[in-house]
């Protein structure tokens, strides 16, 4: 496998042997159900879902397999193709190992209506003289042509609650009685959100 489905339970700090501190991001991972399965991907079901809040075709799944409904689902590829999965196999940590990069999706926490400065770092306009434009937009239009503004323009708008992926985190440490994996680095999302954690195949 190359994957697992998890949360985030927030950031820390550990000390090296030279007593430098290093931020890490502790998750808590698994355990993942297997739902399904092929030659290319396995999907993992997360989380515990109170029956009366299951929609009746996925409960009739969930009881064909003798399996308590899961609140997320997800495809997860897996790389070797020679180990097979059925339906109601448990995954945890420790399919990972200390070393191993991964990459971390979820959904990056969200900051409301912004103004540009702080959402697309504007410069600004000037501050003195009498201007009122300090932290305005200013022209958006295109001239004569084309005569319309531009899609894509860096405008005022939400800023965040988009998904997210952050590759190329190292894993420091791994508690496999308990489920954690610490990350060092930051990970997309805020506390107790749900994240998908892959390790990085390096193709030759």
């Not at 489905?5 to 159900?33: D, F, H, S, W």
């Not at 990972?96 to 697309?120: A, P």
């Not at 405008?155 to 489920?179: A, R």
Request: contains cysteine; charged residues 25%; aromatic residues 6%.
């Amino acid at each position: 496998m190359s994957g697992l489905i998890g949360k985030k339970l927030g950031m820390t700090r550990i000390y090296n042997e030279q007593g430098k501190a290093i931020p890490v991001t502790v998750l808590e991972l698994g355990p993942c159900v297997v739902l399904s399965s092929n030659n290319k991907k396995v999907q993992l079901g997360y989380g515990e879902l109170a029956e009366k809040k299951t929609r009746k075709p996925q409960l009739g799944f969930y009881k064909k397999l003798k399996i308590t409904p899961k609140k997320y689902v997800k495809e997860i590829d897996f790389n070797d193709h020679d180990q097979e999965f059925k339906a109601g196999d448990v995954l945890n940590v420790d399919i990972f190992k200390d070393g191993d990069i991964v990459k971390v999706t979820g959904i990056s926490k969200g900051k409301g209506f912004q103004g540009g400065v702080k959402r697309w770092n504007w410069k600004g306009g000037p501050k003195t003289h009498g201007s009122m434009s300090h932290r305005r937009p200013g022209s958006i239009g295109a001239s004569a042509t084309p005569s319309r503004v531009v899609k894509g323009h860096h405008m005022p708008g939400q800023m965040g609650n988009v998904k997210s992926t952050v590759k190329n985190l190292k894993i420091v440490k791994i508690d496999t009685e308990d489920g954690i994996l610490v990350l060092k680095g930051a990970v997309p999302g805020v506390n107790n959100s749900v994240v998908i954690v892959n390790k990085i195949i390096k193709k030759k």
